[in-house]
Nanobody, 126 residues
Framework: QAILSESGGGSVQAGGSLRLSCGISGDVAAWYCVGWFRQSEGKEREAVAHICPGGTNMYLSDSVWDRFTISHNNPMDTVFLQMNDLKTEDSAIYYC???????????????????WGRGTRVTVSS
């Protein structure tokens, strides 16, 4: 069973950058994939990015594909979300999640994931 912990959130001005980290505990990292999600007040939880071990099954949402990058260390016990050129609409609580999503051919939805972190807040000011 996996334990996930997000870090790296904070407050930045529009155009700035942040790097989020998702620490993963347990050997589930050998066969589970990781997704990043975000949720702001009054909105649905939005899938942002996804990666499987070996850098496979990498997906980014249409909203962030040209600004964000997802990666992981080796062996995969930390997944990173590099966020550049941040916009005010990127403000949200960001969550990472782990699940058996290796066979997905596009960005998996939240219900596909089993384990979740508690989130880290990102605030982008104009």
């Amino acid at each position: 069973q996996a334990i996930l912990s997000e870090s790296g959130g904070g407050s930045v001005q529009a155009g700035g950058s942040l790097r989020l980290s998702c620490g993963i505990s347990g050997d589930v990292a050998a066969w589970y994939c990781v997704g990043w999600f975000r949720q702001s007040e009054g909105k649905e939880r939005e899938a942002v990015a996804h990666i499987c071990p070996g850098g496979t099954n990498m997906y980014l949402s249409d909203s962030v594909w040209d600004r964000f990058t997802i990666s992981h260390n080796n062996p995969m016990d930390t997944v990173f979300l590099q966020m550049n050129d941040l916009k005010t609409e990127d403000s949200a609580i960001y969550y990472c999640a782990a699940g058996m999503t290796r066979l997905k051919s596009s960005l998996p939805a939240a219900h596909e994931f089993t384990y979740w972190g508690r989130g880290t807040r990102v605030t982008v000011s104009s």
